[in-house]
């Protein structure tokens, strides 16, 4: 079973940045897609950027311009580079890959965007 551990939240200041982590138990990130999701206070879970197997990444409107989705397939890591933080961005985020038709899920990591 496919176990995925975010790490790099906490508290920011607007405008500034932050990079999570999403580090795999075994290597699964070059081959099948990755995602990061996130939960803001209240709200529900929602997608905010993909890497497909081939490299291809896909972001949320909200986060287009702001944050990078990235892989090192050695390290068997996905990354979220956020910048420009706004206090919207608060959440907790996910890291999922879905492979073979099931999703895997991180426990989470929250990221406080305030003043």
């Known amino acids: 079973q496919v176990q995925l551990v975010e790490s790099g939240g906490g508290l920011v200041q607007p405008g500034g940045s932050l990079r999570l982590s999403c580090a795999a138990s075994?290597?699964?990130?070059?081959?099948?897609?990755t995602a990061w999701y996130r939960q803001p206070p209240g709200k529900q879970r929602e997608l905010v950027a993909v890497?497909?197997?081939?490299?291809?990444?896909n972001y949320a409107d909200s986060v287009k311009g702001r944050f990078t989705i990235s892989r090192d397939n050695a390290k068997n890591t996905v990354y979220l580079q956020m910048n420009s933080l706004k206090s919207e961005d608060t959440a907790v985020y996910y890291c999922?890959?879905?492979?073979?038709?099931?999703?895997?899920w991180g426990k989470g990591i929250l990221v406080t965007v305030s003043s």
């Open positions: 999922k890959v879905r492979k073979y038709g099931m999703d895997y």
């Open positions: 075994e290597s699964i990130f070059s081959t099948y897609a």
């Open positions: 890497i497909i197997s081939g490299g291809s990444t």
